[in-house]
């Protein structure tokens, strides 16, 4: 898959046709895995570090995790970021022996213009139930939430309630929380809620860009790794 000569207009093109397929209705009953994925590069050039960390749900403890070195040509362009990096995490995502039960994309999942942030992009591409977790407000609009862990306030967005805002650590800014694909809005912010340990960013996508940061300065090595009990790796 290579998104480099697509223009805006067929980007958002794709993404009207990708909205069609997504599925705001709940696929496994039970989850037992969830991944998140990541990128980073360096700046100035076209190469991108691309990471899925799996771990345990609810415990949260890194089971497994894939990396891959890639390179794109697309533009960081708000509202289009799945351009940028789904190409790469499908890359990682391939390398996985056994898929998650759920993937975290660090991003928008329908809290998007055309509902059809990175999480859903991945989600449809990849057939994989997907929730989104960003950092930042994209799109809608939501009621002022309490200063206490846990508070959250739904994101009402083209008449609807679309995700939530989440705060995860008492007095800090919030994260935003939305179903991407074959997750619906309500089961993606308790889910997510099971994510939440010590800090502001939930574990799974905590923990994969903690991987492709150490893997973009040379201290962690491309493929799939596994990881023991105890934290040493194998594989």
């Known amino acids: 898959m290579n998104y480099d000569s697509l223009s805006l207009v067929e980007a958002t093109n794709i993404q009207l046709e990708l909205r069609q397929k997504v599925s705001l209705i709940t696929q ?14 360096n700046k ?7 990471g899925i960390v799996v771990l345990s749900y609810p415990q949260m403890v890194v089971q497994s995790y894939a990396l891959v ?3 794109t040509k697309f533009p960081y362009v708000p ?14 995502w391939k390398l996985l022996p056994v898929k998650p039960d759920i993937m975290v994309l660090d991003g928008q999942g329908i809290t998007h213009p055309r509902e059809c942030g990175i999480a859903s992009h991945f989600g449809v591409l990849a057939g994989q139930p997907s929730i989104g977790c960003a950092k930042n407000m994209l799109f809608g609009s939501y ?5 206490e862990k846990f ?6 967005a083209n008449g609807g309630i679309k ?11 919030p994260v935003y929380i939305s179903p991407g694909h074959m997750v619906s809005v309500e089961d993606s912010i308790d889910i997510m809620k ?5 800090h502001r960013i939930p574990e799974p996508t905590r923990m994969a860009h903690e991987k492709v940061n150490l893997f973009r300065i040379g201290k962690l090595k491309p493929g799939y790794h596994t990881v023991s009990v105890q934290g040493s790796l194998f594989g």
């Open 151 to 156: 508070s959250e306030s739904a994101i009402i």
């Open 194 to 198: 099971n994510c939440v340990l010590k």
């Open 69 to 71: 070195q890639s390179a």
């Open 28 to 41: 496994p009953e039970n989850v037992y895995t969830i991944a998140g994925g990541d990128i980073s590069h």
């Open 79 to 92: 509202q289009y970021l799945g351009f940028r990096e789904v190409p790469a995490l499908l890359e990682a």
């Open 163 to 173: 995700g939530y805002a989440l705060r995860t650590k008492k007095d800090v800014k």
């Open 44 to 50: 100035d050039t076209d190469i991108i570090y691309a």
């Open 143 to 147: 009621k002022p939430l309490g200063l």
